[in-house]
Antibody
C-alpha cells in the first residue's frame, strides 16, 4: 500500500523559508509525478507545483518565483521550499502523487489527476 | 488560468437522496483532464472521478461523473452517511492545475 507522509516545521517566521519533505513508502518515486498542494484553513485547494522523477518541474505561476521542488531518490522523498513567506502562506500542505499520461497494454491514456494524498501538515507563518 | 466555479456552495440532503453537483469552467476543459475529489474534515482529499467520468479504484458505483466542455456534473445516487463531505472539481490546462471552491454536502 502506497503512503505519503509530510514532515517539517509547523511554525515559520515571516520572510523566512518554509521547508517540507514528503516520504513515499510502498512505491518508488522513480516513476510518476509528485506534487505539493496547499489548503489555507477553512478554504479550498491550491496547486503549488510538481516534479517528475527525472527532475523536470512545473510550478503555479503565482508562486513560481518563490518555489523549489526537488527529489531525493536515495531516500524516496521529495521536498518543497517556499521562500519569503508571509501569513498568506499559512496552510495545510499536502503532498500527492500525480498521474499523468501513460501507455499500458498497447493503449495510451491522457489524464492528469492526483490519485494519492498525504494527510497534510499545518504550517503557520507567524513571528 | 482556467477558473472553476462550483454550485451550489452547500447542498442539504437526507440519506438516500440523490446529490447533483455542478462544476463550470471559465473556458473549455478537456474531459480527460477533469477530476473530482471528496474531502472529510481533518482528512486528505480522496480521488473519486478522473477523466470526467471514470471512477477511481474502490469508489462505489453510486458516484458518477459526466459532462464536457465547460459544464461537468458529479452525481451521488442514494446518499450514504459517509458521503456527507466537501467535494472539489479539478482541471488541468495550459500547464496549470486549478480546483473549484468546493460544494459541501451536509445532512438535512
Amino acid at each position: 500500500q502506497v503512503q505519503l507522509q509530510e514532515s517539517g516545521p509547523g511554525l515559520v517566521k515571516p520572510s523566512e523559508t518554509l521547508s517540507l519533505t514528503c516520504t513515499v513508502s510502498g512505491d518508488s518515486i522513480s516513476s510518476y509525478y509528485w506534487s505539493w498542494i496547499r489548503q489555507p484553513p477553512g478554504k479550498g485547494l491550491e496547486w503549488i507545483g510538481h516534479i517528475y522523477y527525472s527532475g523536470s518541474t512545473n510550478y503555479n505561476p503565482s508562486l513560481k518565483s518563490r518555489v523549489t521542488i526537488s527529489t531525493d531518490t536515495s531516500r524516496n522523498q521529495f521536498s518543497l521550499k517556499l521562500n519569503s513567506v508571509t501569513d498568506a502562506d499559512t496552510a495545510v500542505y499536502h503532498c500527492a502523487r500525480l498521474r499523468g499520461p501513460y501507455c499500458s497494454g498497447g493503449s495510451c491514456y491522457s489524464h492528469w489527476y492526483f490519485d494519492l494524498w498525504g494527510r497534510g501538515t499545518l504550517v503557520t507563518v507567524s513571528s | 488560468e482556467i477558473v472553476l466555479t462550483q454550485s451550489p456552495g452547500t447542498l442539504s440532503l437526507s440519506p438516500g437522496e440523490r446529490a447533483t453537483l455542478s462544476c463550470r469552467a471559465s473556458q473549455s476543459v478537456s474531459s480527460s483532464y477533469l477530476a473530482w475529489y471528496q474531502q472529510k474534515p481533518g482528512q486528505a482529499p480522496r480521488l473519486l472521478i478522473y477523466g470526467a467520468s471514470s471512477r477511481a479504484t474502490g469508489i462505489p458505483d453510486r458516484f458518477s461523473g459526466s459532462g464536457s466542455g465547460t459544464d461537468f456534473t458529479l452525481t451521488i445516487n442514494r446518499l450514504e452517511p459517509e458521503d456527507f463531505a466537501v467535494y472539489y472539481c479539478q482541471q488541468y490546462g495550459s500547464s496549470q492545475f486549478t480546483f473549484g471552491p468546493g460544494t459541501k454536502v451536509d445532512i438535512k
